[in-house]
């Protein structure tokens, strides 16, 4: 069982567990509690109600958020040529091929996103075991398999959020800093719900979200009101 601190029990008193929180309530309870003294991020979990074993119920997309993650995004480019200098302009954190596939192979995860272009992503395919866990594995379905390689990296740093359906039917977004303007929040909040809503699959049937909280990174997480997420 999880162990807390004074801080986290002192604010984990303040919630109503019997209450469906409205995403307005819950980014203020967060705002008005903080339960560290670094800036947290909000987060939203959602408990999925598709069967994560069928792969044509897989989740798997992303969302712009208006107003960023408040973080800044450490992207590499896996290209060469025109398309690894239009990366770099960019403000790519790294970019290479070769070299940088042997770095990654190496051990080396010290960035955010990846993006590759289509050409090189034979030899790319070579860290998928150390990508793909992580969710870093370039992907054309998300956009970061393209040869727009300064687009793909102004998205990513700009606000641009991937999500996945876990092995267990959850999926975690974040959403921002809980110093960003409540507006802010609850701008964000709104497009991963629509991203979410957005990205249901075909074969789905019956109840797609069945639960979904929001918390901050060292805070409780508060049961939002379905009405509040429903497409």
Request: proline share 4%; glycine share 8%.
């Amino acid at each position: 069982m999880a162990i807390h601190g004074k801080k986290y029990s002192a604010v984990a008193e303040k919630v109503d567990r019997e209450a469906d929180y409205s995403m307005d309530g819950a980014i203020s309870f967060f705002q008005e509690n903080p339960t560290a003294k670094f800036d947290e991020t909000l987060e939203f979990a959602f408990r999925m109600g598709v069967d994560p074993s069928k792969s044509d119920q897989a989740i798997r997309s992303t969302v712009a958020l208006p107003h960023g993650t408040g973080k800044d995004v450490r992207v590499i480019v896996f290209a060469t040529g025109d398309a690894a200098e239009a990366a770099r302009e960019a403000g790519a954190a790294e970019v290479g091929f070769e070299e940088l596939i042997k770095k990654v192979q190496d051990g080396w995860i010290d960035f955010d996103a990846a993006v590759a272009t289509p050409d090189a992503m034979k030899e790319v395919r070579k860290v998928a075991r150390v990508l793909g866990p992580r969710g870093l594995m370039p992907n054309p379905k998300t956009g970061t398999v393209t040869d727009d390689t300064a687009a793909a990296v102004n998205q990513l740093k700009a606000g641009r959020v991937e999500f996945r359906m876990d092995r267990n039917g959850n999926i975690a977004v974040p959403f921002g800093k809980r110093s960003f303007e409540k507006t802010a929040l609850l701008e964000n909040a709104k497009a991963v719900v629509d991203a979410i809503n957005g990205a249901r699959p075909a074969s789905a049937k019956g109840t797609y979200i069945k639960r979904c909280t929001i918390s901050s990174t060292m805070g409780p997480g508060l049961k939002v009101a379905l009405k509040e997420i429903s497409a």
